[in-house]
């Protein structure tokens, strides 16, 4: 089955411990995309990636990184979270300038 | 700056109703705009862009370039519509979306 990946589902950490949430896609899609999502805000483009080792930052990119050394993955990395950054978090994959396949969320929060 | 402005966080109708949810957007360029739809406890899916003109599951949206607008429209709403709507827009390649705050959609019987 076609689809986005993510892990973990569900994390509560504290502030300062490193942590990475992982996105995989099946589709050998070129473009990948992080994206936070908060009330009344929608969702903003943290990171995107347009292909291996190709990425550049989004809107919101402060205290996030991101790497894409294999083109099907594309993990976001908090060095040092924050409770600002308690969020929905959402990763996604298209081809081209289709349609974005989104995965099913992260649900974060940072004590 | 590029924007998207959906001015409504709740719209609420009576089944079989029609539906109008508002979308406005800030873009110098040709704008390239779509619908994504959240159902509860499904992920984010497109629902339609502008370009392909075509109508999903009973909606559809014109792109209004002098009101800049991208209004989703339905005119028989049904229960199964209840859902969190977001317009998007793609600001200049590379599927970089900025996503407007969305318009949740209760249906009521």
């Known amino acids: 089955e076609a689809q986005v990946t993510q892990n973990p589902r569900y994390l509560i950490t504290v502030t300062g411990k490193k942590l990475t949430v992982t996105c995989s896609q099946n589709?050998?899609?070129?473009?990948m995309s992080w994206y936070r999502q908060d009330p009344g805000l929608g969702l903003r483009q943290i990171y995107y990636?347009?292909?291996?080792?190709?990425?550049d930052k989004g809107d919101v990119p402060e205290g996030y990184k991101v790497s894409r050394k294999e083109k099907r993955n594309f993990p976001l990395i908090l060095e040092s979270p924050s409770p600002n950054q308690t969020s929905l978090y959402f990763c996604?994959?298209?081809?081209?300038?289709?349609?974005?396949?989104f995965g099913p969320g992260t649900r974060l929060t940072v004590l | 700056a590029q924007r998207v402005t959906q001015p409504e966080k709740l719209l609420s109708v009576f089944k079989g109703a029609p539906v109008e949810l508002k979308c406005n957007y800030s873009?110098?360029?040709?704008?390239?705009l779509f619908w994504y739809v959240q159902y509860s406890r499904q992920r984010l899916q497109l629902l339609l862009r502008?370009?392909s003109r075509e109508s999903i599951k009973g909606f559809t949206a014109d792109l209004n370039k002098g009101e800049t607008s991208f209004h989703l429209k339905k005119p028989f709403a049904q229960e199964e519509d209840s859902a969190m709507y977001y317009c998007a827009l793609n600001s200049g390649g590379y599927n970089k979306l900025i996503f407007g705050a969305g318009t949740r959609l209760a249906v009521h019987p």
């Open positions: 502008h370009i």
């Open positions: 990636s347009m292909n291996v080792e190709v990425t």
């Open positions: 873009y110098s360029g040709s704008p390239e």
């Open positions: 589709m050998n899609h070129e473009y």
């Open positions: 996604a994959s298209s081809a081209g300038y289709n349609e974005q396949f």
